[in-house]
Structure formats: C-alpha cells, structure tokens
C-alpha cells in the first residue's frame, strides 16, 4: 500500500515536499517512482530511485528542481519540488515497481498510491 501527501498551493518560485509511505514491502526490494498527471494530461514520469538506491532518474523537464530521496528506516520516499513553475500543477502520485529493475514507464510499475494535488499560481 502506497499513501502519497504534502501536495497543496504554493506561488511560482516556492518548493513543497511530497512523501510517499510504503507498506506492506521494504524499499530495499522495490523501485519507487513519482509521476505526475495534469487535467487533461497523460501520466508522465517524473523520477525514479532503485531498490538500492544507488540509481536516480529525472524527467528533462524537473531536472536540477526536484530531489527525489528516501529514508530506508521509515519505509517512505519523498519528492522534493523546488523553483515551481505553473506548470508542475499536477496530481503527483507514487509507484511501486517490485521487479527489481530501473523503471521509467508507467507501465513497469505494479503498485499505485492515490496521488497529492500540486498547484502552482503564477
């Protein structure tokens, strides 16, 4: 079960971070990944941390503003946004990919939290 929250509205220029609490496995086996979904929008990745670690991917377009990171003790991963731009609003949901592998497409994750609402003002 993956719990997502910390969305809320915040003005261009402003940081938020998003946590995602994981249950029912341990990170140490599981890919983690944040993806967003603006209205009208298809579902596009945002970033992605491996089971080790060790392995982080960013979207072009959040690249250098957002860090993803994760406490191994707490079993939750976290997204922090910073230099928002209107166009970051989106509902940002978490995933669960339990192959063990680098997994960029919304098609290799296998588990979904509920998603947080993120909404930038310009």
């Known amino acids: 079960q993956l719990q997502a929250y910390g969305g809320g509205l915040v003005q261009a220029g402003g940081s938020l971070r998003l946590s995602c609490a994981v249950s029912?496995?341990?990170?140490?086996?599981?890919?983690m990944g944040w993806f967003r979904q603006a209205p009208g929008k298809e579902r596009e990745f945002v970033a992605t941390?491996?089971?080790?670690?060790?392995?982080?991917y960013y979207a072009d377009s959040v690249k250098g503003r957002f860090t993803i990171s994760r406490d191994s003790a707490k079993n939750t991963v976290y997204l922090t946004l910073n230099s928002l731009k209107p166009e970051d609003t989106a509902v940002y949901l978490c995933?669960?990919?339990?192959?063990?592998?680098?997994?960029?497409?919304?098609?290799?994750?296998?588990?979904w939290g509920q998603g947080t609402q993120v909404t930038v003002s310009s």
């Open positions: 995933a669960a990919d339990i192959h063990r592998r680098v997994a960029r497409l919304r098609s290799e994750y296998d588990y």
């Open positions: 941390i491996s089971w080790t670690g060790g392995t982080i």
């Open positions: 029912g496995r341990t990170l140490s086996t599981t890919t």
